[in-house]
């Protein structure tokens, strides 16, 4: 069996033309969306990503503020300019990029966002609205991919879905997505014994963990599709994800690749969350 590959890439392509035609609505309305974009620190690879998003906001018409702060910045004068963009009419959302300098409490910074511009959909108020299920956001990287499941008219209800980490940002709220869309849900963490035992049952697999190869192809269901949410780098320096790619695409039914699978899909359901928090407004 060779697995269908899941294009992030052609996938948001898709989801940004819809994106632009509605903000372009907006804007003729004189409601033009707008997200703030907060940067502390120099860290390369939170730079690519800023630089993507404030791209892809460009791309769909979108207003966009980029924020650049060195790593000395104060996290008093940072919750300052988040103050200050909560009050701006003209910004819809904002995000501040993680991870944040030491001395910055990024949990403090979060909820100093104001819920209805929380476009990651991290404050705890969103938090509780999706484990209620009424949520105002949905947090990107978990929204993009019930995206992708949806893309290619999988039967969430009923199915066994894995999700591999459970962090507040991915693995928490991928499962709260998914067992909404009444999928049977098991969340594994670092103290899962024979992770193996689960995944191998999991007619949908998500992984997010942020080790390479976690997950390998004697661990996979046949048929399975297989989301693999990780980013890493293989001996070679070059971007891979969690799972065993190759291997475990000869047994999956679908699945996702490392890069263009669920990065692109993350931007892009940050798009969709910033129209709609300016079509709420």
């Not at 924020?67 to 000395?72: L, M, Q, T």
């Not at 879905?161 to 507040?168: E, L």
Request: charged share 20%; net charge negative; glycine share 8%.
């Amino acid at each position: 069996m060779s697995a269908h590959i899941i294009d992030g890439n052609l996938l948001s392509k898709e989801l940004r033309s819809q994106v632009a035609e509605r903000v372009a609505t907006l804007t003729r309305q004189g409601r033009q969306p707008g997200l703030a974009v907060i940067l502390v620190g120099d860290s390369p690879a939170s730079q690519v990503y800023v630089r993507n998003k404030i791209k892809a906001c460009e791309d769909a018409g979108i207003h966009s503020v980029f924020e650049k702060y060195d790593a000395a910045f104060s996290e008093a004068d940072l919750l300052a300019r988040v103050e200050a963009l909560n009050h701006d009419p003209r910004i819809h959302g904002i995000l501040v990029q993680l991870p944040l300098p030491a001395h910055i409490d990024a949990h403090k910074v979060i909820e100093a966002i104001a819920a209805e511009k929380d476009v990651d959909g991290f404050h705890v108020n969103n938090a509780g609205l999706l484990m209620t299920g009424q949520p105002l956001f949905r947090p990107c990287t978990p929204y993009g991919v019930m995206k992708m499941l949806e893309s290619i008219n999988y039967p969430v209800r009923g199915a066994n879905a894995v999700v591999v980490g459970a962090s507040n940002i991915v693995g928490k709220p991928q499962a709260m997505l998914l067992l909404q869309a009444g999928a049977t849900v098991t969340i594994c963490n670092s103290k899962t014994r024979d992770l193996g035992h689960h995944t191998r049952n999991a007619d949908i697999l998500v992984v997010a963990t942020g080790k390479r190869n976690i997950v390998t192809a004697d661990m996979v269901k046949p048929g399975a599709v297989v989301i693999d949410v990780g980013m890493n780098r293989d001996d070679a320096g070059k971007l891979c994800g969690d799972v065993d790619y190759a291997p475990c695409a000869e047994v999956a039914g679908w699945i996702t690749p490392v890069p263009g699978g669920v990065g692109p899909m993350t931007i892009t359901m940050l798009l969709v969350n910033t129209l709609e928090a300016a079509e709420r407004n």
